[in-house]
């Protein structure tokens, strides 16, 4: 019998962080990437996999005709790489929000096994797998396998794809995307909204980006929007080097912007600097 499997990616623009050119609305803030692959198979069987189904996803037809054909491989172990252009102008907005990597299929596959992982470069940074009918779509919200927050500012990640079915071996894998601002939730209900040092500080001085204003203004409108009444706001700077003068002026920099834009004293703008090995070098900005 023919069946078809379509693999798809997608990084989805925050609804509730308000930066520039963030969307409203889920269906215009995000990128699908699907190919159609036809296998063979004698049997099916195996009970269903519960899994919601894609929908649609007309705005990305263009760069769905422009990607690879990954069913037209001339060696059996060799994955062919999908090009997430769209997706990577898609990160390139303030503060995108979770799932930041989706693969997806079109119909069911009833493989003898499949595995999705989550890699750093050669770095396996959380994974999937299982056996038999597989549908719906398999997401990574950026947490690693002990549930907290693994995906990072100013990193790269991508996705690989295989499966057996039979004799059949099948293999994908995404070009890398780059996180260089996050927006995300932890399970008590406190969200973060992360930005890399790179775009929020020009390289080794405590000036301001020229473009750091839309990474800072939503993170002071979020503060604003939380009536912390007279209790301090507080940010977190990630830096290689806490005690440093430059991670100092930084955070210095950081209050006065905070304090102004707020018209509060500055002494309620608390930046607090860590090692970068926790978070790497990254602005984090807790809201309620």
């Not at 979020?222 to 806490?242: E, G, I, N, V």
């Amino acid at each position: 019998m023919l069946l078809s499997l379509a693999v798809a990616a997608l990084m989805a623009a925050p609804a509730w962080a308000a930066g520039p050119g963030a969307s409203e609305k889920p269906e215009e803030g995000a990128t699908l990437i699907r190919q159609d692959v036809t296998i063979r198979s004698k049997t099916v069987a195996g009970p269903d996999v519960k899994a919601p189904r894609p929908g649609p996803a007309p705005a990305v037809l263009r760069e769905v005709i422009e990607s690879l054909e990954i069913y037209k491989r001339e060696h059996p172990g060799e994955a062919q790489l999908v090009k997430l252009g769209a997706t990577l102008r898609r990160l390139g907005l303030p503060f995108p929000r979770p799932p930041y990597l989706v693969f997806a299929l079109k119909k069911d596959m009833d493989f003898d096994w499949w595995r999705f992982e989550v890699l750093d470069g050669g770095v396996l940074v959380w994974h999937t797998a299982g056996e038999g009918p597989l549908y719906g779509k398999l997401e990574w919200d950026g947490t690693g396998y002990s549930g907290a927050m693994a995906a990072q500012v100013g990193r790269s990640y991508r996705w690989s794809f295989s499966a057996a079915l039979g004799k059949e071996r099948y293999g994908a894998e995404s070009e890398p995307i780059v996180l260089t601002s996050m927006a995300y939730g932890e399970a008590l209900g406190t969200g973060h909204l992360e930005a890399s040092n790179g775009l929020v500080f020009e390289p080794k001085t405590a000036q301001f980006a020229k473009d750091a204003k839309a990474y800072l203004i939503p993170m002071a409108n979020k503060l604003r929007a939380s009536r912390m009444a007279d209790q301090a706001y507080k940010l977190t700077l990630y830096h290689a080097d806490p005690g440093s003068p430059l991670s100092k002026a930084r955070a210095a920099a950081l209050q006065k912007f905070f304090s102004q834009y707020l018209v509060i004293s500055p002494t309620r703008v608390e930046v607090e600097v860590r090692s970068s090995r926790e978070r790497g070098e990254a602005l984090d900005c807790p809201v309620p």
